[in-house]
């Protein structure tokens, strides 16, 4: 058993409350006394698990993978070039580049430099993280990219020359913020950021968009569009298209709810589509939308979770002139949808097991629709596509299938397979096997494992079951080389569960577990476990659950709830003081998903499952491993230390690591990111293998 949480906390009363909580200077993020604690936390963590036995080559093999050259170099399609953001032993904080085409069909293409993050972190003595860019069509000439320090979500803009490759001395920069920024033309952004006292949300995101001119100060530049304090945030991005280039004003009122406006020569003019919708970007005109809930518009009746397309002039007039180009049944549900010149392509999520590509298509009036002959029986994504021709990038993976990469030329051509993945570990060992089980109000949830085909069915292989279940995010077979060669070569078996709360069957889905109904999440989870158990696949003592963010909040819950089905927890980037969520960094914006705990009638069912309330001196739980990063600016880091620090205050053990780096995630560069996930596994081979 490793060694205790910093022990003064052991004499600290544990009598906390929402009003009374001795451990709430943790929230202080870089105060001194904080940071001293994070790194005692951290030394005694990593004592135990870096000594370890498997350590060292559980480390090196997530290194190598991590830095590998036999990865694929994903290819962003711009003006004739291939772009790739890019890191490996030689460049630690990354590069962004770009290749030819004709250079990139080759197995080693040699790659042009744009920019080296390291280079510049060094010269700046800053620790930048890159975290993307906006090169302006159709001239593709000047850039706004987009730095981190540390990795949050908060970044500074700067302005870059695409020929010189450098940044331009006296062009564009933003300071650093939750910045919402686009290219309008080549001498104006729609700006939304830190403009200083009342320009943000309680979120913490923008609540004003601006027209801001090269040349001037951005204390002048032009109020297009305000919000309210208490909205999520506001903002403002032009779609370009090889037709005309549309801008679109938004305002998030919630998570869920978004009143959007078309500004068109200087005015803008509100969209009367549902607030709840989702929008998905215009196509030959057609405002392409998604209704949460069923919408009934121009003499039709759309249920929620279709694809609809509206006329974009017509509905500038206040007219719905409308094209159903998705309608999901009971276990199909609509994924993502990308463009290109001349097709949409819909990827249809498949009985919540596998994708299926479609492809519209929209000329003389008419839309017609056909299946794309992609790969079957997998997760298919698309990786990039270009607005000024018919070319696009996508992958395919399964579990135990490596990730390839393919690519169309137009929809009458072939697709090709351009890259592949290597098997960094041998998948024949292994089979994929689905279940459903029966949560408690009787509704059946499926799930997925890889387990060892020479496995026991008597409870005793390790079992890893990970979730998510928040916000209609959708878990979809992958294929993780790490995971394989660390934690299933080392005797593991996987589990998904495809809990509610989650997107994997549409709207309906997450909606069942949203707000009051959000148990049915954890309830959900409990149930596939317990179904675990009953297969045999694994026991109380070999089962371990993993979950981040809102999965951070399902692990924990249900371990306050039901510890005795589980032997480990990696609880990572979480949220668990449910009590004062909505007070910490962008926490306000989730009150749509959980509700708001100022509200008694919300507190009621809020409270019932926070974990940090929940915590109990007298009950006995598994030695839990919260991890979290310094930089973490979305979800606050105050959540896993005060939630470590209360445990080993009672006197029960945990691990706890934060990275000082990473942002909502786990490192910055693949150094990180490698220590950040073998100790991982580390910890449940320690705490889970006999």
């Known amino acids: 058993m490793m060694k205790q949480l910093t022990t003064g906390l052991l004499i600290m009363t544990i009598a906390a409350t929402a009003q009374n909580d001795p451990f709430q200077w943790l929230e202080e993020v870089d105060s001194e006394k904080a940071m001293a604690w994070v790194e005692q936390q951290n030394a005694d963590t990593l004592n135990v698990l870096t000594n370890y036995p498997k350590y060292k080559a559980v480390y090196e093999k997530t290194l190598e993978i991590l830095n590998s050259q036999e990865r694929i170099a994903y290819p962003g399609i711009r003006d004739g070039y291939y772009y790739n953001f890019w890191q490996d032993a030689e460049y630690p904080r990354g590069v962004w580049r770009r290749t030819t085409p004709t250079e990139y069909a080759k197995k080693n293409p040699e790659w042009e430099v744009m920019l080296d993050v390291a280079e510049l972190a060094e010269k700046e003595n800053e620790k930048w993280s890159y975290k993307g860019v906006d090169v302006l069509a159709p001239d593709f000439d000047v850039a706004l990219v987009k730095l981190s320090r540390g990795g949050g979500d908060a970044v500074v803009v700067r302005e870059f020359d695409m020929h010189k490759k450098a940044f331009i001395e006296n062009g564009f920069k933003l300071d650093e913020a939750k910045t919402r920024v686009s290219w309008l033309d080549r001498d104006t952004l729609l700006v939304g950021t830190d403009f200083g006292e009342g320009s943000l949300t309680s979120s913490g995101y923008p609540r004003q968009v601006k027209k801001w001119k090269r040349g001037t100060p951005l204390s002048e530049a032009e109020l297009i569009f305000e919000g309210e304090s208490s909205d999520v945030s506001v903002g403002a991005y032009v779609q370009r298209t090889a037709e005309r280039n549309y801008v679109m004003v938004y305002r998030g009122i919630s998570f869920y709810e978004s009143k959007y406006r078309a500004y068109e020569n200087g005015k803008l003019i509100p969209l009367d589509i549902p607030l709840t919708a989702d929008l998905s970007g215009i196509f030959k005109n057609h405002l392409l939308v998604t209704p949460k809930k069923e919408w009934n518009v121009a003499g039709k009746t759309i249920a929620a979770g279709s694809l609809v397309a509206l006329d974009y002039e017509a509905l500038l007039k206040g007219k719905h002139a409308v094209s159903i180009l998705f309608q999901p049944s009971e276990k199909d549900s609509l994924g993502d949808v990308s463009s290109t010149e001349n097709q949409l392509i819909v990827r249809i999520f498949k009985g919540g097991r596998f994708d299926e590509f479609e492809r519209h298509t929209f000329s003389n009036g008419k839309w017609a629709a056909e299946k794309i002959d992609a790969p079957e029986f997998g997760t298919l994504s698309v990786v990039s596509a270009d607005d000024y021709s018919d070319r696009f990038f996508f992958t395919h993976e399964s579990a135990l299938r490596a990730r390839a990469l393919y690519f169309s030329e137009k929809p009458e051509s072939e697709i090709v397979k351009m890259k592949s993945m290597p098997e960094f570990f041998d998948p024949s060992g292994f089979e994929v096997k689905l279940h459903e089980a029966v949560s408690k109000d009787g509704t059946k949830i499926p799930y997925s494992i890889v387990f060892p085909k020479s496995g026991k069915m008597d409870g005793s292989t390790p079992t890893l079951l990970y979730g998510y279940g928040g916000f209609e995010v959708s878990l979809r077979p992958f294929y993780s080389p790490v995971m394989g060669s660390t934690w299933l070569a080392n005797g593991g078996a996987f589990a998904v569960a495809n809990i509610r709360g989650g997107g994997e069957f549409g709207p309906a889905w997450h909606e069942a577990a949203r707000k009051e109904n959000k148990q049915k999440s954890y309830d959900d989870f409990i149930a596939v476990s317990e179904d675990l158990i009953k297969h045999g696949y694994a ?89 979290t990063t310094t930089r973490d600016d979305r979800v606050h880091p105050g959540h896993a230390r005060k939630m470590a620090a209360k445990m080993a205050a009672m006197g029960h053990p945990v691990f706890y690591f934060e990275n000082t780096e990473g942002g909502h995630g786990a490192g910055v560069t693949n150094e990180q990111r490698a220590q950040s996930t073998a100790i991982s596994y580390v910890y449940l081979l320690k705490m889970l293998s006999k």
């Open 539 to 627: 026991s109380p003592e070999t089962l371990g659950i993993q979950g981040g963010s809102n999965g951070g909040l399902l692990v924990g819950a249900v371990t306050m709830q039901r510890p005795d089905l589980f032997r480990a927890v990696v609880c990572e980037v979480p949220l668990l003081d449910m009590k004062r969520y909505h007070k910490l960094l962008a926490g306000a914006s989730w009150m749509a998903e959980y509700g708001d705990p100022d509200n008694p009638d919300e507190w009621a069912y809020i409270k019932k499952y926070s974990p940090y309330q929940k915590l109990s001196k007298d009950r006995k739980y598994p030695e839990i491993f919260f991890k």
